[in-house]
């Protein structure tokens, strides 16, 4: 469980967001607001996908990441350019750990830039960060 000043570190960087559970369930929602969170949850697919030890689910995985985020038309298409796309679409046969680590800087980078600045100026974010307070001061009333 997060308290407040977890909470406030999360405005220092996007990784402080994504690697807590409620910091990162906070700015799906933000994204979602946004209709942008197919970004996160590539990254996380990405950060999945590069912890798989058999060689049958590297292809099974990255071939459903590719059907879900990558392929033209794909449900969840992350915007990513063309080379990028390109490179991944050629070399999905015989995918490794790292075939989508291009892909998955740019969608880091893009959340980093665009997404992140944002998400600190919302509601989202101030409504938790509030809680949290109100959380922490609740804690040392009683001694008061």
Same mark, same amino acid.
């Given at each position: 469980?997060?308290?407040?000043?977890?909470?406030?570190?999360?405005?220092?960087?996007?990784?402080?967001?994504?690697?807590?559970?409620?910091?990162?369930?906070?700015?799906?929602?933000?994204?979602?607001?946004?209709?942008?969170?197919?970004?996160?949850?590539?990254?996380?697919?990405?950060?999945?996908?590069?912890?798989?030890?058999? !060689?049958?689910?590297?292809? *099974?995985? /990255?071939?459903?990441?590719?059907?879900? +985020?990558?392929?033209?038309?794909?449900? #969840? &298409?992350?915007?990513?350019?063309?080379?990028?796309?390109?490179?991944?679409?050629?070399?999905?046969?015989?995918?490794?750990?790292?075939?989508?680590?291009?892909?998955? !800087?740019?969608?880091?980078? *893009?959340? /980093?830039?665009?997404?992140?600045?944002? +998400?600190?100026?919302?509601?989202?974010? #101030? &409504?938790?960060?509030?809680?949290?307070?109100?959380?922490?001061?609740?804690?040392?009333?009683?001694?008061?």
């Amino acid at each position: 469980r997060s308290n407040a000043g977890e909470t406030m570190a999360w405005s220092e960087s996007v990784d402080t967001v994504l690697s807590n559970k409620e910091g990162l369930a906070a700015f799906r929602t933000f994204l979602k607001s946004e209709f942008s969170e197919e970004n996160v949850e590539f990254w996380l697919a990405c950060e999945d996908f590069k912890k798989t030890k058999s !060689s049958t689910k590297i292809a *099974l995985k /990255a071939q459903k990441i590719y059907s879900d +985020f990558i392929q033209a038309d794909a449900p #969840k &298409e992350i915007n990513i350019d063309f080379h990028t796309k390109n490179d991944i679409s050629q070399n999905i046969s015989e995918p490794t750990l790292r075939c989508f680590d291009a892909a998955q !800087s740019s969608i880091y980078c *893009l959340m /980093a830039k665009d997404s992140f600045p944002r +998400f600190l100026r919302s509601e989202v974010y #101030k &409504e938790l960060v509030k809680k949290h307070q109100d959380r922490n001061q609740k804690r040392w009333l009683p001694f008061l």
